[in-house]
């Protein structure tokens, strides 16, 4: 945990929150990360009535937006660190966009959304940016959480996280893994050293030692969420044979 706003991608990009002349980057003004996605529904007006038809409400994506200054020796290099960031925010691709600060570490899955803009204050000295993030999910992600089969999993985040489950042990004829009311059954034979991952983030697809597997549901997948606040009890029942079962959950905001 850190007392200053740091943010870091994979790519090498590094910005604190501290003008210090021995920074390349720091990060002044942070906007769109710690504030909730806005809402997106498909409202209909009542023709014959007052307000609206009543519609499911989604995240809609979040944009992050941040800018500070970037320190450079000469003018080469500060037209290096002008090309470089670009690329450091991962150029159109998906990266991990992290910020950490006071409150802990979060992180969410980004790109940027589009070409940073620079203001030139002292040439090759000084240089003001400001870049924006695309985050499609909408939702940023903190701590992970393991609990065994029998434990109460919760986590810490604000909105509802989706579980990844991971199953070892020896079951011929598949198992089941309950929790609040609902069965989640796998039909497939789990072998001794082999592992079934169960990841609600891409849908509830079933992976045997890492290789996607088709058909092995007995009934349709179907979304599994864990509220935030409210922990739950996760049992896994073989249908036959002995295993184990670990929950992870990630803080959701």
């Known amino acids: 945990m850190a007392d200053e706003l740091l943010i870091t991608t994979p790519l090498g990009f590094r910005a604190a929150g501290d003008e210090r002349l021995d920074l390349t980057w720091t990060v002044s003004k942070l906007t769109g ?3 909730r996605a806005g809402v997106k529904s498909e409202r ?9 038809y009543s519609a499911p409400s989604f995240r809609e994506a979040k944009l992050p937006a941040f800018e500070g200054l970037c320190f450079s020796r000469s003018g080469a290099e500060q037209h290096h660190f002008l090309q470089m960031l670009e690329a450091q925010l991962g150029n159109g691709e998906m990266t991990r966009f992290t910020v950490q600060g006071a409150a802990g570490t979060t992180w969410a899955d980004a790109k940027l959304d589009s070409e940073p803009t620079f203001e030139m204050g002292l ?5 003001r940016y400001r870049a924006t993030m695309y985050v499609p999910s909408g939702y940023r992600y903190g701590d992970l959480r393991e609990y065994a089969s029998g434990e109460r999993a ?10 990844r489950f991971v199953v070892t042990g020896a079951m011929p004829s598949g198992y089941r893994i309950q929790a609040g009311g609902l069965t989640f059954t796998v039909t497939q034979a789990l072998a001794a050293g082999q592992t079934h991952t169960i990841d609600f983030a891409d849908g ?6 890492g290789v996607l597997q088709r058909g092995v549901y007995a009934h349709p997948r179907q979304m599994w969420t864990v509220p935030r606040g409210i922990g739950i009890v996760h049992t896994l029942a073989p ?3 002995t295993g184990t079962l670990k929950v992870q959950l990630t803080d959701t905001y």
């Open 239 to 241: 249908i036959s044979g």
């Open 33 to 35: 990360w710690f504030e």
């Open 204 to 209: 509830g697809m079933v992976y045997r030692n």
């Open 123 to 127: 040439y090759g000295r000084t240089l």
């Open 44 to 52: 209909s007006s009542r023709a014959w009535g007052d307000g609206d």
């Open 154 to 163: 919760y986590h810490r985040g604000t909105a509802e996280a989706v579980p």
